[in-house]
């Protein structure tokens, strides 16, 4: 059984374009996150959401929306891609009283 | 505000030889701390956590971490190397910020095992 699920896995696309990604835990958990690692494998938060609520966004562009349709799902749109959104995308989740996080798989995005 | 440095981007170890993989943090309070291990084209696994219940703690794998806070450091520790270790191993801290928790990655450290 999967416990966090991203799709796709790899996404390649135009600049200009626009394009989601999902995401989805089926651990019963309250807390999501999206987070970025770039080129160097740096990692850095953009976005968490408790029950549907944001309640972290680091700076990101606002091309960047994250959506929370319910507690279980976390989608991250992107408006009009740039060369520099070339990254791959980690979704996680935790429990509300926990700070443990559990990641998904990523999905490899680059804009060509 | 909360932090944590990797000290070495690259660490090469013979098979069967020790690893050890060092991190420093910076907090105001008493931390949370990760070691996250990531394969190549691979999510993030969790390796171990400390929360303050024990310096000493053990995770998968057979690695452990000693939390020392007069150095403030909890680097990883692996008694004999296994090829299967190569990947790229992250330290966590985790900072409580709004009601939420979000982690601080160090840079990063990677692991090459030689046969």
């Known amino acids: 059984d999967t416990a966090v699920s991203q799709t796709p896995k790899y996404l390649v696309t135009q600049m200009g374009n626009d394009k989601s990604i999902k995401c989805e835990q089926n651990l019963g958990h309250d807390t999501m996150y999206w987070y970025k690692q770039d080129s160097k494998k740096f990692l850095k938060i953009m976005f968490s959401y408790n029950n549907k609520e944001l309640i972290i966004n680091e700076t990101v562009p606002n091309r960047f929306s994250p959506k929370s349709p319910d507690k279980a799902h976390l989608n991250l749109h992107i408006n009009s891609l740039e060369l520099g959104d070339s990254a791959v995308y980690f979704c996680a989740s935790s429990r509300l009283d926990t700070d443990t996080q559990y990641f998904g798989p990523g999905t490899r995005l680059t804009v060509l | 505000a909360q932090s944590v440095t990797q000290l070495d981007s690259h660490v090469s170890v013979s098979e069967g030889t020790p690893v050890l993989l060092r991190c420093n943090y910076s907090s105001s309070y008493s931390p949370s701390l990760f070691w996250y291990v990531q394969h190549p084209n691979k999510g993030l696994q969790l390796l171990l956590k400390y929360t303050s219940a024990a310096t000493l703690v053990k995770g998968i794998n057979g690695f452990e971490a000693e939390f020392k806070k007069s150095e403030t450091s909890f680097h990883l520790t692996k008694p004999s190397a296994h090829m299967s270790d190569a990947a790229e191993y992250f330290c966590?801290?985790?900072?409580?910020?709004?009601?939420?928790?979000?982690?601080?990655f160090g840079t990063g450290t990677r692991l090459k095992v030689l046969a």
């Open positions: 966590v801290v985790s900072d409580r910020t709004s009601g939420t928790y979000k982690y601080i």
